[in-house]
């Protein structure tokens, strides 16, 4: 039996997605535990509890010695207010734990792997249920914490080097923060929503600045892209490319990640 | 005489603003002599023309031994992808211009200023002609290019640290790029257009990261904020001063500038 505590360090979900995943785990997956912290369904402002009550739930499940696994509720944003008082809260029961979650949840699964504290995961999180294809999304997680490895993005399988998934935005805005990890020689996989295709060309130009010494990129799905008054005038792909380049960056094509039930799972590391 | 050549690293503007600018610089300052870049009225994609097109537009008129000035014609986006060209390009007759804009323009300016190269202000564009109440806006850029400093943002006359303005966004994504410019000693005034309270703080998080021993922030006005499903919680003046606490920066108040008809001039340094 797998202990995972769900928390949520950015925007509150609905009891009633709760319900539905709680649901599922209790008929697929008898071997886990889900414990939801009650902070999950906090609501201050655009945040789900005000920065205390969310740095706190965060710190008590994350220095459980009972949990296995904390598990991210929901992205949207807010961690970043939270991550580096929760880094530094953290006891050695934390060090052995899996986290998990995409998205928003990429300020604390990069400020987690800046410090070397547990296992961060870059993995559909408890709020995708509402997406359409929305269970597949969490059955992919829940069977990964049961141990079944088929959720991984099928280029992890031939990569040599250590490999990480972000939100491009939130990678980012990471970079010369206190949270930035190091990710020389690393793969360093992105994924993008809801963004005009001018601002992802906006933050490949601020991000490959940053990205100094990786091993490449790959792009996931950029996806929901808002219309423009005029198009763009290239592709997603081009873009990561054309900036890969000027940084002499190997661009190694696609990623399965992005923000949709099909968002494969990704360890860090 | 002073000679202002236009040009528009980032987006086109309209002949029929242009003309209108023209008109109204042929009837109030004759003293300036106006050299619109037929690259102003190019278009690709986004863009106004092609990299290539840009690039060589911005060094034809900074390097122009006849010309005062270079005089940005529109923001939007753009700019930070011939930027280090632009600068690589120019000769020693870029070195006593006057450069001026603001938005996307920034990123021209934050290089250039980077850089020691001519003197960067802070000033309304030749597109603002399309504001309400932009012929006021473009006759403050005029008239300090007749010599007249009553445009001058109002806490300027009191000031003795080296002062620097910007979008918010673009100064957000020049940290730790090859553009930014050192700014330890200076206040720097941002001001932002069109983006989320949360956007707004995501930006402050990652900002006030990249400002460490600037003499004060000042907060311009921030405009057109998009109505989200919630409140988020706190206002533009409340975020500014949270994360300058956070990074012991002093926040030193209100700056006059925006993107409206009333956005004062700011000289660098």
């Known amino acids: ?5 769900v928390c949520a360090p950015s925007t509150p979900i609905a009891r009633e997605d709760a319900d539905r995943v709680l649901t599922l785990a209790a008929a697929e997956f008898p071997d886990l535990m889900l414990d939801i912290h009650p902070q999950c369904f906090a609501s201050q402002g655009h945040f789900a509890g005000s920065d205390e009550e969310r740095l706190s ?7 459980d010695p009972q949990v296995d696994a904390v598990w991210f509720a929901r992205g949207g944003y807010g961690a970043c207010r939270i991550a580096e008082d929760a880094l530094a809260g953290l006891t050695h029961a934390a060090q052995d734990k899996l986290f998990l979650g995409y998205s928003d949840a990429g300020y604390m699964l990069g400020g987690l792997y800046r410090e070397r504290i547990g296992k961060p995961v870059h993995a559909p999180m408890l709020a995708d249920i509402r997406r ?3 269970e597949d999304a969490i ?17 992890l399988s031939a ?5 990480v998934a972000f939100n491009l935005m939130t990678l980012a805005m990471l970079g ?7 990710l020389a020689g690393h ?8 963004e005009y295709l001018y601002a992802v060309d906006r933050l490949f130009f601020h991000l490959t600045a940053h990205l100094g010494g990786i091993a490449g990129l790959r792009l996931g799905r950029v996806s929901a892209v808002p219309e423009n008054d005029r198009p763009f005038g290239s592709e997603a792909s081009e873009i990561a490319r054309y900036w890969c380049e000027r940084h002499a960056i190997a661009f190694l094509g696609e990623a399965d990640i ?12």
């Open 187 to 194: 793969v360093v996989m992105v994924e993008e929503v809801s």
């Open 258 to 269: 992005g923000h949709d039930s099909t968002n494969r799972i990704v360890p860090f590391g």
């Open 57 to 63: 739930a965060f710190v008590e499940c994350a220095n």
């Open 159 to 163: 990569e040599k080097h250590p490999v």
């Open 132 to 134: 359409e294809g929305g």
């Open 1 to 5: 039996m797998a202990r995972i505590a």
């Open 176 to 182: 010369g923060t206190r949270l930035m990890p190091g």
């Open 139 to 155: 059955r992919r997680t829940l069977a990964f914490l049961s141990g079944d490895r088929s959720g991984l993005e099928p280029s």
